[in-house]
């Protein structure tokens, strides 16, 4: 522990992908696993107050934390690796940087001052970033800013930094760059002038880079070491080799053999031990050496961009490792699936997950899916939308309720077994105003639930709006979906399960935000377990027939 709060700013200039979260999140790993008490803020250039309102296409999936905060995807890679949970002081926007500046003129702070991005808005960033440290609960806080440098975005926040490298003093806050050393096949040679010009272009705004972390394909040689801590004005022992890696996970031990914890902490004026990551390449040794396979299908909309679904697809490599499986995620675009073809498309899976999603679009694909696991008895797991969507395949198909389907699909459907919760239906903004956040969920004994999470009573975050509607519980469980899982508070269904299937479980909260390397989720964990059942059983079946 440290008498003083620490603070390391991580920028970056032009770089390819594996780039400024996860290096921060590697490097929050190994100064946790010393001993320091470490957390990450995310600091976004867009105008957007959160991502909440922005597509998947746009911008990844969007991230909940347990107070609610709708925020960017690198806070994902921030818990997963740390497995501490993060909040809304983890994420600031320009857009909430300037909403709380405005609201500060009209309520006539600033006292009748001329407000201006210098002072005002840089203070309102100072003021966020120290937020977490002057907490009391952290040594280190580790501040990534999005965008790149030399972006307009970004120049409030770089000021900033320059700003408060000065308050703090020397040995109190650090700048790590993150640049792009590019490979030229034509000449075979490494080129180090896109990261002259992008330390070039962090001075001219008064800010020197302390560290230097060059993504690259290729081993950086001693002497191009050299040549860029001498012409960027960095130690040599400060320019370290951020090189291509097989998997995100194995970023913090390579990060460890170039010795950037070190340096860090050198500059920090802090002890530096080795770090004790034994937890974290046992998980390591079990993800890359599996004694098996098996493929799930993911249904969604969104399947193009693999961002989309981050949290569900590390979800299932930490649920992999727990199960020594490699699980093969198949993404199917539910706009493609049909009646026709869901034989095709899904007979081979040994598990399918229908992922959350708002709005019309592939819903008939993803009712598809549901029926066809449903009916061949195929593990199931249906999140947020996904859960909805067997809610509204059951009505339709089992208890023949022909129409049945969501009011946010169809506001007229005869039979709305979906329906907006009561408190939603008045409110005409969409930021920021959906079930958000950590919600309390009982379950009922005797459940997969139940045996799942080995206790009654769970947490779990959510970001919806529509819900199950309870007018039907009593008609849906007689025909042989179970509610297995009730918010105490509201009534509201959690969970639904089908006793008569192999594993079939529809969760209306998001499982996925709670998975960590140290603690895989247990619904996925289980969920995969079932897969390797399935296929087991299939083996089995197979065999005997021949």
């Known amino acids: 522990m440290t008498t ?15 780039g400024k979260g996860i290096i921060a999140a590697s490097l929050a790993k190994l100064l946790q696993a010393q001993g320091y008490r470490t957390t990450i803020q995310k600091l976004d250039p867009y105008i957007n107050v959160d991502p909440g309102t922005m597509n998947p296409y746009e911008h990844g999936e969007c991230y909940v934390t347990d107070d609610g905060a709708e925020t960017d995807l690198d806070l994902g890679h921030y818990e997963r690796f740390l497995n501490v ?104 040679e490494l080129k180090t002038k896109p990261t002259q010009h992008s330390v070039k272009t962090l001075m001219e705004s008064g800010v020197m880079a ?26 040599e022992e400060a320019v370290i080799q951020s090189i291509d890696a097989s998997t995100i996970y194995d970023v913090p031990n390579l990060m460890l053999e170039q010795g950037l914890d070190k340096v860090v902490l050198k500059k920090l004026d802090l002890q530096s031990d080795a770090p004790d990551l034994t937890q974290w390449n046992q998980f390591l040794k079990r993800h890359k050496n599996p004694k098996s396979e098996v493929t799930i299908g993911l249904i969604g909309k969104y399947v193009e961009l693999q961002d989309s679904y981050k949290s569900i697809l590390e ?60 009916e061949h008895n195929i593990p199931f797991l249906g999140i947020c939308l996904g859960m909805q969507m067997a809610v509204i395949e059951y009505a339709r198909n089992v208890l023949g309720l022909k129409n049945a389907n969501s009011t946010e699909m169809n506001p007229h459907t005869s039979d709305p077994v979906i329906d907006l919760m009561e408190s939603q239906k008045n409110i005409t903004e969409k ?33 919806h709006r529509y819900e199950f509607n309870n007018a039907y519980k009593q008609q849906i469980e007689e025909a042989g979906m179970k509610a297995t899982g009730l918010n105490p508070d509201t009534g509201l269904v959690e969970i639904v399960e089908i006793p008569s299937h192999n594993w079939f479980v529809g969760v209306q909260y998001h499982p996925e935000y709670k998975s960590t390397v140290a603690n895989p ?6 969920f995969v377990k079932a897969a390797v059942n399935y296929k087991q059983d299939e083996n089995r079946v197979s065999m005997a027939q021949k």
Not at 4 to 12: A, L, P, Q
Not at 113 to 132: A, C, M, N
Not at 141 to 160: C, H, K, M, N, R
């Open 315 to 374: 979800s299932f490599i930490h649920a992999g490792a727990e199960n020594e499986v490699k699980v093969i995620v198949e993404p199917i675009h539910s706009e493609h699936l049909t009646i026709e073809n869901a034989s095709q498309k899904l007979a081979h899976l040994d598990g399918v997950l229908v992922a959350p999603g708002f709005g019309e679009r592939g819903i008939d694909g993803k009712i598809e899916a549901v029926k066809y696991v449903r």
């Open 431 to 463: 930021g920021g105003t959906m079930r958000l956040g950590a919600w309390a969920c009982h379950l009922e004994d005797g459940s997969i639930a139940k045996e799942v999470y080995q206790k009654s009573d769970i947490m779990e975050r959510h970001r």
């Open 4 to 18: 003083t709060t620490k603070y390391i700013f991580v920028t970056g200039g032009v770089t390819s992908s594996l």
């Open 210 to 235: 302390d560290i230097l972390v060059c993504r690259t394909e290729h081993e950086l040689p001693l002497d191009l070491r050299r040549k860029l801590a001498l012409f960027c004005n960095v130690r």
């Open 85 to 188: 949970t993060t909040s809304q002081s983890n994420n600031v926007t320009t857009g909430r940087i300037y909403q709380s500046v405005i609201e500060k003129e009209r309520r006539g702070e600033f006292l009748g001052k001329t407000v201006q991005v210098i002072p005002h808005i840089t203070d309102e960033i100072k003021h966020r970033v120290q937020i977490l440290g002057k907490s009391g609960d952290f040594d280190i806080v580790i501040t990534e800013i999005g965008g790149t440098v030399g972006d307009i975005e970004s120049l409030p926040y770089i000021e900033a930094v320059r700003q408060l490298k000065w308050d703090l003093g020397e040995h109190n806050a650090i700048v790590i760059h993150l640049t792009l050393v590019p490979y030229l096949s034509a000449a075979g």
């Open 521 to 526: 989720h247990p619904l996925f964990v289980a």
